[in-house]
């Protein structure tokens, strides 16, 4: 166990609608990582928060938005879903910022999102 | 090009086989090397964790890294069924970590 929870486990959701994804780090850990997994394009990094602020930001789609609460909490939201948005989310932790000489990130189960 | 590459495989071994799994890639800042492990429907675990060039080893995995060519590579020693899995290599400089798409391992009894 990582000690990173996501739920939920799995998603079934219709096209067109919204779905948030939730992630809790690891006690302590500052930094919050989300990911994308689909078969075919692997695992691809969307947006990084370290300590309530926006870090970094990947291949993130404007349909998805994330953000960290005070209590260091994520939050991924996914809205006008597509077929295409099918696929495993990943939040991953770490004690510090991703330069960081050291830093490990620690990853969640994931969150299986299926779009019908 | 991809900044990291990796073969997806599958690769089919017998039990007690040597296990090499390989990683190239193009960016020359890359300072940090890690290879993950990932069970099906389960979140990639950190396996091994390396910097700049040389060799690490941990029980019956050895990390290598090659910085003058840009290779990476994982051995595994008298492979089990247990690590049937994915293998992802990840590396990373001062601002960004990148995956390699992994390669699928099964090791068969």
């Known amino acids: 166990d990582s000690g990173v929870t996501q739920t939920p486990k799995h998603l079934i959701t219709a096209t067109g609608q919204r779905v948030t994804l939730r992630c809790s780090p690891r006690?302590?850990?500052?930094?919050v990582y989300w990911y994308q997994q689909s078969l075919d394009q692997g695992l691809q990094f969307l947006i990084q928060y370290y300590n309530g602020e926006e870090r970094a930001k990947g291949n993130i789609l404007e349909r998805f938005s994330a953000q960290q609460f005070p209590d260091l909490h994520s939050e991924l939201n996914l809205s006008s879903l597509e077929l295409g948005d099918s696929a495993l989310y990943f939040c991953?932790?770490?004690?510090?910022?991703?330069?960081?000489?050291?830093?490990?990130?620690?990853f969640g189960a994931g969150t299986r999102l299926s779009v019908l | 090009q991809k900044e990291v590459e990796q073969d997806p495989g599958p690769l089919s071994v017998p039990e007690g086989a040597i296990v090499s799994l390989n990683c190239t890639y193009s960016n020359s800042a890359f300072q940090y090397f890690m290879w993950y492990r990932q069970y099906s429907r389960k979140g990639p675990e950190l396996l091994m964790y390396?910097?700049?060039?040389g060799n690490k080893e941990d029980g019956r995995f050895t990390a290598q890294v090659d910085k003058s060519s840009k290779y990476i590579s994982l051995f595994i020693r008298d492979s089990q069924p247990s690590d049937s899995a994915t293998y992802l290599c990840a590396m990373k400089n001062t601002d960004k970590l990148i995956f390699g798409t992994g390669t699928r391992l099964q090791v068969f009894p």
């Open positions: 006690s302590g850990d500052l930094s």
């Open positions: 390396t910097y700049s060039s």
């Open positions: 991953a932790s770490s004690a510090s910022d991703v330069g960081t000489i050291g830093n490990i990130q620690y």
